[in-house]
């Protein structure tokens, strides 16, 4: 599995791949010599994926650059992560990295909370207000769900970006500044753009360099992975003793889509271990909706059923033989929620365990 370490700064190899790569660390610099860096928290990338693998090869490349990275992803696909470790293995680590969520920022405050103001540039503008790259100079500036991004405040990103300049509102010129810039986004730039809902030329300065981290249903070598790291930390936190996966559950993993990706993962493990009984896992709690680009076209032979109501002890029966005790792939066979599942289960007092392979 590869580790990403941000002390080491290196990218080993460990566990069921079996190997130890070393990376090459970066010629030291004079900057490198009179800057210590400052405490990094500790984060980690597992995979033995090896398609994942020449992705996350990137990051220790592009780490050593000041150019723009531009990460794309489903949500929960680890992108924030992905640019932490860009931070940390770079020779401006030594400076804050700073997120912004492009979502949460609302056009009229986006301005000042970049830009930065003046006393007086606004009503209640009493003081003067440091925008988010003043605040990164010399260090990196993460935006997270760029698409987001008010189209107004476009181009003054790809000014700060192209220039390295900012004007705070109420200045009467612009503001040096020196940022390394991250970006991140679920959504299809490209499209947005041939919609007029970005701008060409700041996806061309932001996309320089580009990484895109595949779904969890693409990885199907790290769900088990991600799944045992997870139930073991799980319940350490929680003072659960050894807990693992039947072997029912783990073919139930494999099968399920998991739209979440990695986020919807931890969540469902770390819910399993906490109403776990005993010291292994024989229930999950997983969402039945399947992921948009993994949604079946429904046609005259579809096998799909919906039951509105509680089946009968005979009918539940059966569609558990058909689903070989699959309780995710039944759930999305009749469009219910595991949770009304296991309550018709338990309304029967049928066990599950007796239909599975």
């Given at each position: 599995m590869?580790?990403i370490?941000?002390?080491?700064?290196e990218?080993?190899?460990?566990?069921?791949i079996?190997?130890t790569?070393?990376?090459?660390r970066p010629p030291?610099?004079r900057?490198e010599t009179?800057?210590?860096?400052g405490p990094v928290?500790r984060?980690?990338i597992y995979?033995q994926?090896?398609a994942?693998?020449?992705?996350l090869?990137r990051?220790?490349?592009?780490?050593?650059?000041?150019?723009p990275?531009?990460?794309t992803?489903e949500?929960g696909?680890?992108k924030?992560l992905?640019?932490e470790?860009?931070?940390?293995?770079?020779?401006r680590?030594?400076?804050?990295l700073?997120?912004i969520?492009?979502a949460?920022?609302?056009?009229?405050?986006?301005n000042?909370e970049?830009f930065?103001?003046?006393p007086?540039?606004?009503?209640?503008?009493l003081r003067?207000k440091r925008?988010?790259f003043?605040?990164?100079?010399?260090?990196?500036?993460f935006?997270d769900?760029i698409?987001?991004l008010?189209l107004?405040?476009?181009?003054r990103l790809?000014r700060?970006v192209e220039q390295?300049?900012v004007e705070?509102?109420?200045s009467?010129?612009?503001?040096?500044v020196?940022?390394?810039?991250?970006?991140?986004?679920?959504?299809?730039?490209?499209?947005?753009?041939?919609q007029g809902k970005f701008?060409?030329?700041?996806?061309?300065?932001?996309?320089t360099l580009l990484?895109?981290?595949?779904?969890l249903?693409?990885?199907?070598g790290?769900?088990?992975?991600?799944?045992?790291y997870?139930?073991?930390n799980?319940?350490k936190?929680y003072n659960?003793?050894m807990v693992?996966?039947?072997?029912?559950?783990?073919?139930?993993?494999?099968?399920y889509?998991w739209?979440g990706?990695i986020?919807?993962?931890?969540n469902?493990?770390?819910?399993a271990?906490?109403?776990c009984?005993?010291?292994?896992?024989?229930?999950?709690d997983?969402?039945?909706?399947p992921?948009?680009?993994?949604?079946?076209?429904?046609?005259?032979?579809?096998?799909v059923?919906t039951?509105?109501?509680?089946p009968?002890a005979?009918?539940?029966?059966?569609l558990?033989?058909?689903?070989?005790?699959?309780?995710?792939?039944?759930?999305?066979r009749l469009?219910?929620c595991t949770?009304t599942?296991y309550r018709?289960?338990?309304?029967?007092?049928?066990?599950?365990?007796n239909?599975?392979?």
């Amino acid at each position: 599995m590869i580790r990403i370490d941000r002390r080491s700064l290196e990218i080993r190899d460990r566990g069921p791949i079996g190997v130890t790569t070393p990376l090459d660390r970066p010629p030291r610099k004079r900057e490198e010599t009179r800057k210590k860096p400052g405490p990094v928290k500790r984060s980690w990338i597992y995979t033995q994926d090896p398609a994942f693998q020449n992705v996350l090869d990137r990051i220790p490349l592009y780490a050593r650059t000041d150019l723009p990275v531009l990460i794309t992803g489903e949500p929960g696909t680890g992108k924030e992560l992905v640019a932490e470790a860009l931070w940390a293995l770079s020779l401006r680590r030594a400076q804050p990295l700073l997120k912004i969520n492009c979502a949460s920022i609302s056009e009229s405050l986006a301005n000042s909370e970049l830009f930065g103001h003046l006393p007086g540039a606004f009503t209640n503008a009493l003081r003067k207000k440091r925008g988010k790259f003043e605040l990164a100079h010399q260090g990196t500036l993460f935006f997270d769900e760029i698409g987001d991004l008010p189209l107004s405040l476009q181009p003054r990103l790809l000014r700060a970006v192209e220039q390295g300049e900012v004007e705070p509102i109420g200045s009467e010129g612009p503001l040096k500044v020196n940022v390394r810039l991250l970006a991140a986004t679920n959504q299809n730039l490209r499209h947005m753009e041939s919609q007029g809902k970005f701008r060409r030329d700041l996806y061309d300065r932001l996309a320089t360099l580009l990484i895109h981290l595949p779904p969890l249903r693409e990885r199907r070598g790290d769900i088990l992975l991600l799944a045992n790291y997870y139930v073991w930390n799980a319940a350490k936190n929680y003072n659960k003793g050894m807990v693992r996966f039947s072997a029912a559950i783990e073919k139930e993993m494999l099968n399920y889509a998991w739209p979440g990706n990695i986020r919807e993962l931890k969540n469902v493990v770390t819910r399993a271990v906490l109403l776990c009984q005993g010291s292994i896992v024989k229930e999950l709690d997983l969402d039945p909706e399947p992921h948009p680009s993994e949604a079946p076209t429904p046609d005259a032979n579809s096998s799909v059923t919906t039951l509105p109501t509680r089946p009968s002890a005979a009918e539940l029966e059966n569609l558990l033989r058909s689903a070989q005790g699959n309780v995710s792939a039944l759930s999305r066979r009749l469009n219910v929620c595991t949770k009304t599942i296991y309550r018709w289960l338990r309304h029967y007092n049928i066990q599950v365990d007796n239909y599975r392979n």
